[in-house]
């Protein structure tokens, strides 16, 4: 149980264009939804926290408009990298939690490319 | 606040020996404690986790953690590397039990390679 699925797997995408991840809970409601990014060879940094109906909450220094999260029903949310830049090459990794033991649960991630 | 200090970056070892990861927390609060596995290109799986129960805890795969207070530490180890066990490993650290509005502070990461 606990699955949490990332689309697409990676994504090629042009400078100025937007691209939208989408990460869902598979077999669980998901109350809360995490966003991180991670550059290569580095750790996970927290960007957002949504919980589903609410506006996400996002972390000192990443801009809310350029990363719009939507976390609409219990079992997905989405994250739009809005006029891409070579700089928001990346990958971008979800985690979900539930209320039956709050644990997160993380997605396989998605390999974003900007050209 | 919390942190977590992984205190190597890169951690050899040849097969069938022990592998030792080392991890130091700081936290104000009795915090929760977490171990997990990245593959190349892959996400994250949890390995094991200490919620304040026994302060020694057995995940999966091999791998045991134990939390000791007095030093502020939660090592991650394992009698008898495998090959498969080369990936990236994680320290985390939570305020809480995990609870859905708290947040997980990611340490920098250890590779472990483990060498024939």
């Known amino acids: 149980g606990a699955v949490v699925s990332q689309h697409p797997s990676r994504v090629i995408c042009k400078s100025g264009t937007s691209v939208k991840i989408e990460c869902r809970s598979l077999?669980?409601?998901?109350?809360?939804m995490f966003w991180y990014r991670q550059f290569p060879k580095q750790s996970l940094m927290l960007m957002a926290t949504s919980n589903e109906g609410s506006k996400a909450t996002y972390e000192q220094g990443v801009e809310k408009d350029k990363f719009l999260i939507n976390h609409a029903s219990l079992t997905l949310s989405t994250l739009t990298v809005t006029s891409a830049h070579p700089e928001d090459s990346s990958f971008y990794i979800c985690?979900?939690?539930?209320?039956?033991?709050?644990?997160?649960?993380f997605g396989p991630g998605t390999r974003l490319t900007v050209t | 606040a919390q942190s977590v200090t992984q205190l190597d970056s890169h951690v050899s070892v040849s097969e069938g020996t022990p592998v030792l990861l080392r991890c130091n927390y700081s936290?104000?609060?009795?915090?929760?404690l977490f171990w997990y596995v990245q593959h190349p290109n892959k996400g994250l799986q949890l390995l094991l986790k200490?919620?304040?129960?026994?302060?020694l805890v057995k995940g999966i795969n091999g791998f045991e953690a134990e939390f000791k207070k007095s030093e502020t530490s939660f090592h991650l180890t394992k009698p008898s590397a495998h090959m498969s066990d080369a990936a990236e490993y994680f320290c985390?650290?939570?305020?809480?039990?995990?609870?859905?509005?708290?947040?997980?502070?990611f340490g920098k990461g250890t590779l472990l390679t483990v060498n024939p």
């Open positions: 077999d669980f409601q998901a109350t809360t």
């Open positions: 200490y919620t304040s129960a026994a302060t």
């Open positions: 985690s979900a939690s539930g209320t039956a033991d709050y644990e997160q649960y």
């Open positions: 985390v650290v939570s305020k809480n039990s995990g609870g859905s509005n708290y947040k997980l502070t």
């Open positions: 936290s104000s609060y009795s915090p929760s």
